[in-house]
């Protein structure tokens, strides 16, 4: 069944807020190693490195207020997924020191938090 017309804008709304995170992150000093990275738990929308630790960043866009902030679309079942990712990645890789953070992108700007769960 096609994608309806909202779901393309959501599509293209999150792949645009992805692509500023992206953009934000490497100007404050992170080194991305991947993007969108699809585990049999999950994606984590980026991945990256910065002061030894790999970080685990979950972006959230939103063009309006209407649904709050985007922090808050960050919930329990999802930090608990992140953590599968990020045990997943370290089977895959090795241990690691990880942290997560929630990279909020909306019409203002972009806003990292950084150690967010």
Do not use: W
């Amino acid at each position: 069944m096609p994608d309806t017309q909202k779901d393309f804008y959501k599509k293209l709304l999150g792949l645009k807020g992805e692509i500023k995170a992206a953009r934000y992150l490497k100007k404050h000093g992170y080194k991305s190693i991947k993007r969108n990275y699809v585990t049999p738990v999950g994606e984590a929308d980026i991945i990256a490195e910065k002061g030894g630790d790999v970080v685990f960043i979950e972006v959230k866009t939103r063009s309006g207020k209407a649904y709050g902030e985007p922090k808050d679309a960050v919930g329990y079942k999802k930090q608990e997924k992140y953590r599968k990712i990020a045990a997943y990645y370290m089977m895959v890789n090795g241990e690691c020191n990880v942290s997560f953070a929630v990279c909020e992108v909306t019409n203002e700007g972009v806003n990292l938090i950084e150690n967010a769960f």
